[in-house]
């Protein structure tokens, strides 16, 4: 059967018909249905096909792309059609399954291998009828994330995957499921560094992002990938400036205001700076506990664990620069209004020169500065500082003490700089 480059109804309804006439169904399942009944629109589409097995699928679409090693998943137009499997645990670990594809397995059988009941959902794509064993329906109505059987126990990564899907649809995980993912614990460490960086990096980018270290830390499994974020719980801060609590708290508030800031950037640009806030007060984790409140040094200390943190999970490079950047410039971008003219040039040629710049720092002081409900207390160094850095430049030092470079260039810029920033205070 040979299709047209885009899926349209028609040739949906007609990929259908011809699995019926063979003997089967074919239902749309997973996030693209749980999508549809959300109002939402979803890009890539599942399909699961009973009564069928692979040889009777290809015999019917020889042009269908073939993709999967242990289980044969068919690519049509981008969307995914597979037949109906049930999965036995066989291993410790996120791949440890012994995968069983039969044309006698039911819808039902296949929907119970799924890991939450908002998943576990399929609808006939002939009839549009609802195939709902697990209850998702009425768990989506009311926000609720729920695991489909004890099989969710199976996989680890499902604990991961819990927390993303609560940060992205908003939604409360039940307390069994939390249970369950607490007795996933032993396991987690047999996730591979890219799973688990697909998880957080999706997290990431919800409006929310907090959410999903909340219900890691509810689960009581933040420890495991994510221990510096884990170990700024009870970290105490003076109250006088931190009437939000410990420093866990402020880093959620600091990372929610964040990425409400960075709503409409480009992605990597987005993750970058989430990025940043999430670490910005990393190095609280380890002051000593008589210290607190105080916490001197943590912006060094806060740079040197954003490298163990980020290589834990495999954190590109980039966010890893933008993140000690944030640790080590975050507390003089808070008081740049404070600082002599010469510490204010430093900071400002030293920050611009950084992946994260001036505009990527001024969003996470921003955020550091009005978390907890301390309204607008932030100071603005990014307009003062781009204008002295644009104005003051290789031409103006050219055209006032002419052709000069290298280290006297260097010099002069700074001098200059220095003397435009006293004037424009």
């Known amino acids: 059967m040979s299709l047209e480059r885009n899926m349209t109804m028609e040739n949906l309804q007609a990929i259908a018909k011809a699995i019926k006439e063979a003997g089967g169904n074919l239902y749309l399942v997973g996030g693209a249905l749980r999508d549809e009944l959300l109002g939402k629109t979803s890009h890539d589409k599942d399909y699961c096909i009973t009564g069928l097995d692979a040889k009777d699928f290809e015999r019917l679409f020889p042009d269908a792309k073939i993709r999967g090693k242990s289980f044969a998943v068919y690519?049509?137009?981008?969307?995914?059609?597979?037949?109906?499997?049930?999965?036995?645990?066989?291993?410790?670990?996120?791949?440890?399954?012994?995968?069983?594809?039969?044309?006698?397995?039911?819808?039902?059988?296949?929907?119970?291998?799924?890991?939450?009941?908002?998943?576990?959902?399929?609808?006939?794509?002939?009839?549009?009828e609802l195939i709902d064993p697990f209850n998702g329906k009425y768990d989506l109505d009311k926000k609720i994330i729920r695991a489909t059987t004890k099989h969710f126990k199976e996989d680890p990564l499902r604990v991961y995957r819990v927390a993303r899907f609560s940060a992205s649809l908003g939604f409360t995980v039940e307390e069994d499921t939390l249970k369950m993912m607490k007795e996933l614990k032993n396991e987690l460490d047999t996730l591979s560094k890219e799973r688990v960086f697909e998880e957080f990096k999706k997290a990431l980018l919800t409006q929310t992002p907090s959410i999903f270290f909340d219900v890691l830390k509810k689960a009581d499994v933040l420890d495991i990938h994510f221990k510096e974020i884990n170990d700024l719980i009870g970290a105490e801060q003076p109250i006088k400036y931190h009437p939000e609590g410990d420093a866990y708290n402020h880093t959620m508030l600091t990372l929610d205001k964040v990425a409400k800031l960075t709503t409409n950037f480009e992605e990597d640009r987005k993750l970058e700076i989430r990025f940043s806030a999430l670490v910005h007060d990393l190095g609280?984790?380890?002051?000593?506990?008589?210290?607190?409140?105080?916490?001197?040094?943590?912006?060094?200390?806060?740079?040197?664990?954003?490298?163990?943190?980020?290589?834990?999970?495999?954190?590109?490079?980039?966010?890893?620069?933008?993140?000690?950047?944030?640790?080590?410039?975050?507390?003089?971008?808070?008081?740049?209004?404070?600082?002599?003219?010469?510490?204010?040039?430093?900071?400002?040629?030293?920050?611009?020169?950084?992946?994260?710049?001036?505009?990527?720092?001024?969003i996470i002081v921003i955020g550091d500065k009005t978390s907890g409900g301390r309204g607008d207390s932030y100071t603005y160094f990014e307009n003062i500082g781009r204008e002295c850095l644009n104005t003051i430049n290789g031409e103006y030092i050219q055209n006032k003490y002419g052709k000069i470079e290298g280290l006297e260039m260097k010099q002069k810029l700074h001098e200059e700089r220095i003397k435009w920033i006293k004037d424009h205070k």
């Not at 000690?324 to 030293?350: S, W």
Request: charged content about 30%.
């Open 284 to 362: 609280k984790g380890i002051t000593p506990k008589e210290m607190y409140p105080h916490h001197y040094g943590h912006e060094q200390n806060g740079a040197k664990l954003v490298n163990i943190f980020g290589n834990r999970i495999k954190v590109p490079n980039r966010w890893i620069r933008c993140g000690k950047t944030a640790c080590v410039e975050h507390m003089r971008g808070g008081i740049f209004y404070n600082m002599k003219p010469n510490k204010q040039v430093e900071f400002l040629e030293r920050v611009d020169k950084s992946i994260l710049g001036l505009d990527g720092l001024q």
């Open 75 to 128: 690519i049509i137009d981008g969307n995914e059609f597979a037949m109906a499997r049930t999965e036995l645990k066989n291993g410790e670990g996120h791949k440890a399954f012994e995968i069983r594809t039969d044309k006698n397995i039911t819808i039902e059988q296949d929907l119970a291998r799924r890991d939450i009941t908002i998943n576990s959902m399929a609808k006939d794509v002939l009839t549009n």
